[in-house]
């Protein structure tokens, strides 16, 4: 289907090409859904290879759930150059078939130390994709489109959760309430159900896998490795001759001579570059500290500490997932219009609030429906705001010269502050208690509010290069 569609601050026009722009931003986001099934599938795992590892230390089960999270940093670290040098697509391909690999690895681990093992490998392919795919899909997306379309990568991420939780909760809801630990380890959920939960990743990674190989490779990396008719190519199937010239024309004027095929991290110190590139990394890091994550991480805990059961606890990790498509949705209808600044904003407030109850109600032993439905807000906050703007943002506020290398370093930061997060989470909530941990972070929240009022300008509807010349000119 040929649209054309207006733009407000590009100057580029464009008869695009709707059809063939989604079918291949859907494809390079199966990454994203891989992240988030092969992300949160150890929630509901984990209640069950905790017991058949016999797992007792806050410090053994913070590992077992941060773990994967060296492997993100490699990835994402190995994404920049990798995909300069080889090109966004190839390393895609690679991504799908570590997540095959990995997930049937997992599941058949013998013990607890190759369990580890895979988990960590099985980083490597998250961190590989979550770095990749919104930049992918930033590369090819007309600018009036962008911020749906790298979205539409979050989409897919929540899809992932939202599956690997229903997955997780029909392989083990027959579970007898109150079930022992004794009877858990011994029973076919403790010895097989939790291995079915890592192996059935391997469906999508195998799609991902096969569809990667029909999608183009981005313009602006052809552009940038010296294949300019290449670039123009693509770019005139997705919106047209016009759109192909004065895109090409917008892309070459911001790379400079002697950059072609060139990566130096070293060019990121540039006084100019360091300021977007804080900016990214500040967003990044924040996406994790805000906590939402130690909610489908820690499900059993936080859920347990409300009062459900271990059957009740599962069921309520499929409503978690459920809000969150929902609200994504929310974030697709209005990302382009309303804007990213907008966005953020909300989010970090009304996490802020909504972590502040949260914590009074532990203070004061609430349980029950309550407890459920402001964790459920929380999720709803995040998922409309601070989950898929984050993505949008670091995916274009870079150069065109350094974007690969820029955004590792941003995606490698928000790895740090994940595996912070995750490997803490225990600890404070044995120290601090539910009620301290969540005021914690609150406060964190509070500090997000201010630096993204202060540092974030808005960057709806203009090109890449025009956000460049914004940010770095």
């Known amino acids: 289907m040929i649209t054309t569609i207006p733009t407000e601050s590009s100057n580029l026009k464009a008869e695009l090409n709707l059809g063939y722009i989604w079918l291949i931003s859907s494809v390079a986001a199966l990454g994203g859904l891989l992240f988030g099934w092969d992300w949160v599938v150890i929630g509901g795992a984990k209640p069950f290879f905790q017991r ?29 150059a990798l995909s300069d040098k080889f090109g966004r697509k190839r390393l895609l391909i690679l ?109 999508p990674s195998l799609l991902f896998f096969v569809g990667m190989f029909f999608v183009p490779e981005s313009p602006r990396w052809l ?21 192909g010239t004065a895109a090409m024309a917008e892309i070459n004027s911001t790379l400079a001579s002697g950059e072609i095929q060139r990566v130096r991290f070293a060019d990121l110190l540039d006084p100019k570059m360091t300021k977007v590139l804080m900016l990214g990394v ?70 802020a609030v909504i972590y502040l109850v949260l914590g009074f109600c532990y203070h004061a032993s609430v349980t029950g429906l309550p407890m459920l439905l402001l964790v459920l807000a929380a999720i709803a906050c995040y998922s409309m705001s601070l989950a898929p703007v984050t993505w949008v943002v670091i995916s274009e506020i870079f150069p065109n010269r350094i974007r690969g290398a820029a955004m590792s370093v ?47 300008p808005e960057t709806k509807n203009k090109s890449l290069e025009q956000i460049e010349r914004d940010l770095v000119d």
């Open 95 to 203: 991504s799908a078939f570590l997540f095959a690999v990995t997930s049937l690895g997992n599941a058949l681990a013998g013990n607890f130390s190759i369990f580890i093992f895979w988990r960590m490998l099985g980083g490597v392919a998250i961190g590989l994709a979550s770095n990749l795919s919104p930049m992918y899909i930033a590369e090819i997306a007309p600018a009036q489109m962008r911020g749906k379309l790298v979205s539409i990568n979050q989409l897919t991420i929540v899809v992932g959760i939202l599956l690997a939780q229903v997955i997780n909760w029909s392989l083990v809801r027959n579970l007898p309430a109150g079930a022992t630990d004794e009877f858990i380890r011994n029973s076919w959920f403790g010895q097989q159900g939790w291995r079915w939960m890592f192996g059935l990743t391997a469906v």
């Open 52 to 80: 058949y590892f016999q797992l007792t230390s806050e410090a053994q089960i913070g590992w077992a759930n941060s773990c994967a999270l060296i492997g993100c940093l490699v990835g994402a670290l190995a994404a920049g």
């Open 223 to 243: 552009a940038k490795n010296g294949k300019p008719e290449n670039a123009k190519s693509i770019l005139k199937k997705i919106g047209g001759e016009n759109y």
């Open 282 to 351: 500040g967003l990044a890091v924040f996406q994790q500290w805000c906590g939402i994550n130690v909610i489908f991480n820690y499900a059993e805990e936080i859920f347990k500490a409300a009062g459900y059961d271990i059957s009740s606890v599962l069921s309520n990790i499929a409503w978690t997932g459920s809000v969150n498509l929902a609200f994504t949705f929310v974030a697709l209808g209005v990302v382009d219009r309303g804007g990213r600044r907008p966005l953020m904003l909300f989010g970090a407030a009304g996490l």
């Open 410 to 456: 941003a995606v490698s930061a928000l790895w740090i502050a994940c595996f912070i997060l995750t490997y803490t989470f225990p600890i404070l909530n044995a120290k601090l208690g539910s009620a301290g941990t969540f005021w914690l972070y609150a406060a964190i929240c509070v500090l997000g509010f201010v630096f993204i009022f202060f540092k974030l």
